[in-house]
Structures are given as C-alpha cells and as structure tokens.
C-alpha cells in the first residue's frame, strides 16, 4: 500500500525555520513528483511547492516563493520542504503527496499523507 508520512511540524515563533520531511512507506519514491499542500482551518487546501521525480524542476506557489525550498534525497526515499521566513499566515496542516507530474492541481494527486502541524505564532 501506498503511503507517504510527514513530520516534522510544530509551533515556531514568526521569522523562525522548520523542516518538514515526507517519508514514503511501501514503495519507491523516486518514480514519483511529489508536491506539499496545506490546510488552514477554515480554508480551501492550498497548494504550496511540487519537485519532479529528478529534481529536476521545481515549483513553488506565490505566497512562499524566495521563503521555502523543497528538495528529495531518494536514496532516503524522502522530500523535504525547508520553510524559512514563517509568517502566522503560514500556520496550516501540511500533508504531501505523489503526482506523475510536478503540477499545482490537487486532483492529480494521490497517496496523501496524514499531514503535519505548522503553527507560528509569538
């Protein structure tokens, strides 16, 4: 079965860093783009950064261009996403999952993981 599982979530106070890691559990990661989304309470799920299967391309949303930085060590078979900069309006659940393509769109998503919690506050 299929699963991917972050961590590395946690309360950091604004101008702080985190970096999440996104495990997969059951296949190889490498035959996958992996993408990071999150959720704020109340709101849509947003996408946030995607990295193709060879780290070839990556893509980062508007609202966390030049603050975060996703990247893949495959022989970990793990992604990670270095957020540095955080703001409050960072605070979300954070959840990554597989694509065949680094894309913005949810639906071409699967194998979703539990999510992370990110809460930046003073």
């Known amino acids: 079965q299929l699963q991917l599982v972050e961590s590395g979530g946690g309360l950091v106070q604004p101008g702080g860093s985190l970096r999440l890691s996104c495990a997969a559990s059951?296949?190889?990661?490498?035959?996958?783009?992996i993408g990071w989304f999150r959720q704020a309470p109340g709101k849509e799920r947003e996408w946030v950064s995607c990295i193709s299967r060879t780290s070839g391309s990556t893509l980062y949303a508007d609202s966390v261009k030049g603050r975060f930085s996703i990247s893949r060590d495959n022989a970990e078979n793990t992604v990670y996403l270095q957020m540095n900069s955080l703001k409050p309006e960072d605070t979300a659940v954070y959840y990554c999952a597989a694509s065949q393509m680094c894309t913005w769109s949810s639906n071409t998503y699967g194998a979703w993981g539990q999510g992370t919690q990110v809460t930046v506050s003073s």
């Open positions: 059951g296949f190889t990661l490498n035959v996958y783009a």
